[in-house]
Structures are given as structure tokens and as C-alpha cells.
Nanobody, 119 residues
Framework: QVQLVESGGGLVQAGGSLRLSCAAS????????MGWFRQAPGKEREFVGA????????SFADAVKGRFTISRNNALNTVYLQMNSLNSEDTAVYLC????????????WGHGTQVTVSS
């Protein structure tokens, strides 16, 4: 089992920045990739970006490419989502999740943190 706790959400003005954190505990040795997702009211959950636990390669959705970055601190078992140039369409609950192997689904999820961008 892997437990995930997100933090860092809040209210920010359009054009501003926020950094979210996702702290993992439990069987962190089983983590292959950690992803960030978001869900806005009335919309389906969507992929934001992900980072491989070993090696640190990242991938992003087109909607956030160039504005968001992901980094990790393996010693703290924590992944960060740096969000810049935020706009109202970034308003959502942001969740982190873990894949435990190549091709597997994201099987462990945090409860999420709210990000609200005011225009």
C-alpha cells in the first residue's frame, strides 16, 4: 500500500503561481511513476503530468506544457507540481496518484487539494 497526501492548494490570481506537494508513505519502493491529475466541477478527471520515480523523466498534458513542471525529492518521498501562469481554466481539485509498474493503472490516489484561480 502507498499513502499519498497532497498540499499546497489555495486561491491565486490569474497569472500567479502555486506549488503543490504530494508526500508518499508506505511501500514507496513500489512506485514506478507518480502522476498529477485534476478535476474541475462538472468535468471529467484529466491527466496533468507525471514523473518517473527512477530517472525523473516527465510528461505533461498539452494544456499545461510550458507552464507546469514536476520535480521530486526521493529522500523525502515527495513530488512537487510547480504551476506558473495560472488561469481560470486551471481551477480544479488536484490529485496525485501512483503507478506501481509499466502499463499498470494508477492504483493509489490522494484525496486532492483545491486550486482556485481568480480572474
Amino acid at each position: 500500500q502507498v499513502q499519498l497526501v497532497e498540499s499546497g492548494g489555495g486561491l491565486v490570481q490569474a497569472g500567479g503561481s502555486l506549488r503543490l506537494s504530494c508526500a508518499a508513505s508506505g511501500r514507496t519502493s513500489s512506485i514506478y511513476r507518480m502522476g498529477w491529475f485534476r478535476q474541475a466541477p462538472g468535468k471529467e478527471r484529466e491527466f496533468v503530468g507525471a514523473i518517473k520515480w527512477s530517472g525523473g523523466s516527465t510528461s505533461f498534458a498539452d494544456a499545461v506544457k510550458g507552464r507546469f513542471t514536476i520535480s521530486r525529492n526521493n529522500a523525502l518521498n515527495t513530488v512537487y507540481l510547480q504551476m506558473n501562469s495560472l488561469n481560470s481554466e486551471d481551477t480544479a481539485v488536484y490529485l496525485c496518484a501512483v503507478q506501481t509498474g509499466i502499463g499498470l493503472t494508477y492504483s493509489y490516489w490522494g484525496h486532492g487539494t483545491q486550486v482556485t484561480v481568480s480572474s
